[in-house]
């Protein structure tokens, strides 16, 4: 009852306030408006209450529906300021410091919300941000069962060395050259959120097509939002209070995750198993830390290692001799984190692992023990038998309400959950476009790698559907990660590349390859400036219509020339690197009419490669770079790497 009094409270108070003019975070001072295009300016205001806005000597009236909405449409501008703008009602609210410039929005998953000082040449890119024509918007992390009119932030900022270092990298890096470039200012709108899928940002509609998603998006439509919100606070409370109570992460003590914690007293527990199958952890639900002594012999010292721990049940945070090696969250994923040599020291090393639990499903190691190693070089080291372990915060206490509990269990992987309060509270703000760096948590597996090729284009064609316009729409293909099978393999990150290079089959988009810059280790990699210059690359060719390469070489056509394959490209630019008749490096393969792909030689004869390998005296079909971190040296001498890609349909 009290919850309900509460909700009654807020919404008389946000009634009440109808009486004056208000506006959403994204029309407010410092904002940029969109050049020499039609503005779309909105807000709320008492049910036919008359709303004027003045701005550059115009001055519309309009008046709100019977649902407290206004909106009106200021005619093109061009780039400028800073100004003022008026809004009118029966209070007036004026909006200093407006700019007319380019606006684009930066949307994505964690390499796009990657910010400025985490990055190479962190401290330069940071301290020398001082820009007061470009802006920054940062939309905060939420997610909402049904579309929101509103969002929450701190608004638009002044670029400053202050505003500009949490600020996503790529879009800043990227803003900055557009400005350099055209002289204009630029606003940045960063709504981006790591881990998750671009279902999570497709809207309800643009998920029509995809009957997979119906069920949740059923359950959403269903569940009263205002029931829902509480019942959130109430969790958020409970989190605040004891979730975060991790003895493993104590201020006050060491990490658990530390290499010299005394773990003599810790009990042990055979490896691997779930916790609702053993009497010391049956009927909990949290946190576990797990933590395993590992010799390894003197002739893998220094020397990268393999941790494989098979699938966890739900998400886990694995360390090596103390240090951070990797983190998946996803009970089917299998565990597989590259340790760096510099970690492996010869003799006794230690693994922990702190794996985190679902209340609904319990939690533990779920493999098989033959999936439970590290390989270090030739040597195989098992890893199953006793760990010690020490239990977290248990989640049992959390509070649970039917119904509303599984769908906050399922956020924010849950399908247009994000859209409705991260995007659909921007429109309709007018823009240039869009620049989206996100596929990573499609890319787990192969059936979602498959179809990324279906849901990337239905994301782009929504959006563009919701803002009413075929704006540009950019885009960062995968970066290398994870490490390469010894043989050529149908790699599901290789897939999800393939399924995003097709998307520029749509109208207005661009693709800034990154295969170049990963890092087989870390999926966020820091070398973020190569993707935000080929961002903008694209953005001169699409959305500005320079004559500029824009990318590097793409696969056009195939002839078979005897034992060799003779391959031939668009986007070559002023010609290909390597030169003629040098070789590139290990990454091309060929297959015959078996299917069964090999290493291959490559070589370049002018603006073509010759391909071949001994074993395929018949060749039919090549790939290229089709591996999770791609090694290939070709490139265009505009220094832009070739597109990964296959010739076969197999």
Known sequence: MKYALAFLGAFLLSTSAWANVRLPALVGDNMVLQRDANINLWGWADPAEKVTVQFQGRQLSTSAGADGKWKLVLPPVPAGGPYDLVVAGKNTLTLHNVLVGEVWLASGQSNMEWPLNGINNAGTEVETAEFPQIRLFTAKTAVALQPQARLKSPGWQVCTPQTVAAFSAVAFLFGHELHQRYKVPVGLIQSAWGGTPVQSWTSAEGLKPFPEFSTALARFSQTDSSAFAAFTARKEAWYQQFGKVDRGHSPNSPSWASADVNTASWPTLAQPVLWSTVSQLKGFTGIVWLRKTLTVPAASAGKPLELNLGRILVSDSTFFNGQFVGRTVGAEKARRYQVPGNLVQAGENTVAVRVVGNLFFG????????????????????????????????????????????????????????????????????????????????????????????????????????????????????????????APADEPWARLREAQARALALPATGMATAIDVGEETNIHPKNKQPVAHRLALAAEKVAYRENVVASGPTFKSLTVEGTKVRLRFANTGTGLLPTDSQQLTHCFAVAGADKKFVWATAVVQGNDIVVSAPGVPQPMAVRYNWVNTPQGNFYNKENLPAVPFRTDNW
């Open 363 to 486: 939690g533990g190691l779920g493999g098989a023990a033959a999936d439970l190693y590290a390989q270090a070089g030739p040597t195989r080291l098992p890893l199953a038998g006793e760990w010690r372990y020490q239990t977290g915060p248990d989640l049992t206490t959390m509070p649970y309400e039917a119904g509303l509990s599984e769908v906050n269990s399922q956020l924010p992987q849950s399908p247009a959950i994000i859209y409705n309060a991260m995007i659909a509270p921007l429109l309709p703000y007018t823009m240039k476009g869009v620049i989206w760096y996100q596929g990573e948590s499609n890319a787990d597996d192969r059936a979602e790698a498959l179809r990324y090729y279906q849901l990337f284009p239905a994301l782009i064609t929504d959006w563009r559907r919701q803002w009413g316009t075929d704006f540009p729409f950019l885009f960062v293909q995968l970066a290398g990660y994870q490490p390469n099978p010894p």
